[in-house]
Each structure stands twice: as C-alpha cells, then as structure tokens.
C-alpha cells in the first residue's frame, strides 16, 4: 500500500469516474486503474462500484482514512518548513457565505502579508456541508454558525451577530425604530427552512416570547433569503452579515427586541494535530476578524485565545 494508492482512490470516490479522476491527478486513466485494483487485492475488498462508480461502505472508509493520512502528510512537510521559519503548505478552508463576504478579503491580504508560503484553498458553503467536509477530510478548517452538535469537531468563538427584520419600504413595519417578537409574529415571513440552526434559534426565541412565527415562504440559503428580502418579496428575519451596511435599497434593517444573536466561530477537527500551515490560517483569521468586525454594523467580536 502506498500513496499514490490512497491517493486515487479518493480521486475516483471525488469524481465518480477513473478519466476524471486522472485528470485531476494529472496523470493517466490506466495509472489510477492500476493503483485502485492493487490496493483492492492487497486489503481483499472491492472498494468502488464499477457500475456506478461510487465507493463501496470499504471504499468510504479507506478513503476516510486515505484524507487523514495525506493530511498527515502534508502537516508534516509544513512542520518541517516551519522549523526553518517559512511557515508553507496547503490548507483547505470553508467559510459560510454571508461572513465570506467581508471576512475573505482582508483574510486573503493578511495571508499575503503574513505567509506568502502558504496556499489557501477556499470553499463557501453551508455550516452542514462545512462540517460534513470537515469530518470527512475533505477541508481543514471552517468559519461556521456555533454550536456545533458534532462530537468529531471543536470549536473556538469568533463573533457574534445580530438578528434584525428587514422589511421592504411598503411592509407594515417597514417605519418601525424597533420591533418586538409579538409584533412580527403578526405578519408572515420569509424564514429560513426548518432543520437548519438559524431556524432552531429563532424559534426557540419565539418560543420563550410565547409567540410562533409564519413562513411566507422557508428558504434554505441565506443568501438567497436575503436576495427575495432585498426584492421586496417580503420582511425576513436575517443575521447582520447578509444586510452589510454598505449594502442599500428599497427596504430597511429593524432592530429586533428581545432577540438573541447568532454565533460563528472556527471549527476543525478534535483528533489529530493542525500543520503550521493551519495554525497560521486559523491564527490569521482570529486577528482579521479582530480587526475588521468592529467596521462591520452589528457584528461584535468576541475575545478569544484562538
């Protein structure tokens, strides 16, 4: 068993296909046949459907192992480089979209700045696929909504943000200063789709101010929530980030009383240790969020060791 090995046959579990596969490793399909039916003679299984191309339950957990140990790999040429001090290496990052918006840019500067060595692959997502990935080792770390209910992962705060109504001009409460959770109980709304944390939140909100909200519409994207907010589809409730106050239209951000705020934070993985090259990315983003979230209209930072 070796590498290469391991290597295509999370390759093909990737990319459903061997063509696929050894394009993305930049080499040839009989290449990647070969490494993926040795290692299946010398562990005695079949690990890929050759119907369907995907991984056999032997074949997902030899590539979940297969991640871990490259991530290994990888950890230990970056710790090599940081004895050195060059702090190099690739690291696989998530972010969920409406922080990516003000967060990556000053990110991806301070990274520059700080570790020109280090490559950093970015991914946007939802915190659900951010964790899966996370688990499964397809990224190394991620900005997601906390808590987490995930035993695999830890998590280190970051910021905390509001939770404010935005309402089209021509919405009843669009002249409000403030508004309660009884008022906007009162009108239906565009909410996030049940199952998701931003929902479970605001729910159980609801539920201790002894009202229950209406859905207009659910949608499970905030980006889009706030997309049909934004177009006057309806008031939404939205966390701070997706209405940044640089960002104006033809509707209003009303504060909510009584409301708590969301909470992301930097999520890896409990087991196994970060390369250099990931403690510098994760040290970079606790600093960068430091600095700009007091820029940014109801986000608050929040102190943290990292």
């Known amino acids: 068993m070796d590498q290469r090995q391991l290597r295509a046959l999370v390759a093909v579990g990737e990319h459903r296909s061997f063509s696929a596969a050894a394009k993305a490793l ?3 399909q009989s290449n990647i046949s070969t490494h993926v039916s040795r290692l299946e003679a010398e562990l005695g299984v079949v690990l890929i459907d050759r119907a369907t191309m995907e991984l056999t339950d032997e074949g997902q957990v030899v590539a979940e192992r297969a991640r871990r140990i490259e991530h290994e790999f990888e950890a230990l040429t970056s710790d090599v480089a940081a004895m050195r001090d060059v702090v190099s290496g690739r690291v696989r990052a998530g972010v969920i979209g409406t922080t990516a918006r003000w967060l990556v840019p000053p990110l991806l500067t301070a990274l520059k700045e700080g ?5 950093v692959v970015w991914l946007d997502a939802t915190t659900s696929s951010l ?7 397809q990224i190394d770390l991620a900005v997601v909504n906390t808590p987490l209910e995930e035993p695999e992962l830890t998590t280190t705060p970051l910021f905390d943000e509001d939770r404010l109504l935005v309402a089209p001009l021509h919405h009843p409460l669009a002249d409000r200063e403030s508004v309660t959770l009884a008022e906007i109980s009162q009108h239906e709304l565009l909410l996030e789709a049940e199952g998701t944390s931003f929902r479970a ?8 101010a002894g ?3 209406r859905a207009q519409a659910e949608v499970d994207g905030m980006r889009l929530l706030a997309s049909l907010a934004f177009a006057g589809f309806g008031a939404a409730v939205l966390p701070a980030s997706a209405a940044p106050g640089w960002l104006e239209g033809e509707w209003r951000r009303i504060p909510i009383e009584g409301m708590g705020r969301r909470s992301v934070g930097l999520a890896r993985r409990r087991r196994g240790l970060p390369s250099a090259a990931e403690r510098a990315v994760a040290d970079t983003i606790h600093s960068v969020v430091a600095a700009e979230a007091p820029l940014q209209r109801g986000i608050h930072a929040v102190s943290s060791s990292g």
């Not at 570790?115 to 490559?119: A, G, L, S």
């Not at 964790?131 to 080792?137: F, R, S, V």
């Open 26 to 28: 930049l080499t040839v």
């Open 115 to 119: 570790y020109p060595e280090v490559h």
């Open 131 to 137: 964790a899966l990935q996370l688990i499964g080792g």
């Open 201 to 208: 939140e605001l729910d159980d909100d609801a539920a201790a």
């Open 211 to 213: 009202v229950q909200l």
